[in-house]
T-cell receptor, first 113, second 107 residues
Framework: NAGVTQTPKFRVLKTGQSMTLLCAQD?????MYWYRQDPGMGLRLIHY???????AKGEVPDGYNVSRLKKQNFLLGLESAAPSQTSVYFC????????????FGPGTRLTVT | RKEVEQDPGPFNVPEGATVAFNCTYS??????FFWYRQDCRKEPKLLMS???SGNEDGRFTAQLNRASQYISLLIRDSKLSDSATYLC????????FGSGTRLSIRP
């Protein structure tokens, strides 16, 4: 049981490049989330999903797109990376039975130059 | 007003001291809450859940004040290993976190 995993762990992009971050969970959780965390700051919700095939915007959705084609995977896409998107990205999952207690992945450190 | 607000600190206290910090929330419909602990450059991990008026787990006590819309975290007999950032979040399908309170325990 791996819990929540994120791929890749580190990435450096140039401005304007695109990439996709993958989050996978093997706990059969309904809910999945993408957060970003900038130095010295808390977690800010980018997008979330309450089930396969559904997604919703969080606090800071601009510049990101997401997809949840399979229940266990939640993809975060950056179509045209900007330096302001340099951050640590955390994925999390939860289920209703646990009153939305979240399980986090180890994070992806992204630098956009 | 932000949905969830926390005193950013840092709180710098000596080992063995008792320390408490609050988290205020704006959504009066929130039924339960979480405190997470985050170590430097690591993912947050659940510390405590608060479903009713409060919860106690060893040296940690979380209390909920619905009338004033805040939750508190009390740490007794603090240890060096308690140094971390503490994040609070109301339970909901769309989970918004506070910005976190940094705690540093000195020898």
């Amino acid at each position: 049981n791996a819990g929540v995993t994120q791929t890749p762990k580190f990435r450096v992009l140039k401005t304007g490049q695109s990439m996709t971050l993958l989050c996978a969970q093997d706990m059969n959780h309904e809910y999945m989330y993408w957060y970003r965390q900038d130095p010295g700051m808390g977690l800010r919700l980018i997008h979330y999903s309450v089930g396969e095939g559904t997604t919703a915007k969080g606090e800071v959705p601009d510049g990101y797109n997401v997809s949840r084609l399979k229940k266990q995977n939640f993809l975060l896409g950056l179509e045209s990376a900007a330096p302001s998107q340099t951050s640590v990205y955390f994925c999390a999952s939860s289920y209703v039975g646990a009153r939305y207690e979240q399980y986090f992945g180890p994070g992806t450190r992204l630098t956009v130059t | 007003r932000k949905e969830v607000e926390q005193d950013p600190g840092p709180f710098n206290v000596p080992e063995g001291a008792t320390v408490a910090f609050n988290c205020t929330y704006s959504n009066s419909a929130s039924q339960s809450f979480f405190w997470y602990r985050q170590d430097c450059r690591k993912e947050p991990k659940l510390l405590m859940s608060v479903y009713s008026s409060g919860n106690e787990d060893g040296r940690f006590t979380a209390q909920l004040n619905r009338a004033s819309q805040y939750i508190s975290l009390l740490i007794r007999d603090s240890k060096l290993s308690d140094s971390a950032t503490y994040l609070c979040a109301p339970s909901a399908s769309k989970i918004i976190f506070g910005s976190g309170t940094r705690l540093s325990i000195r020898p």
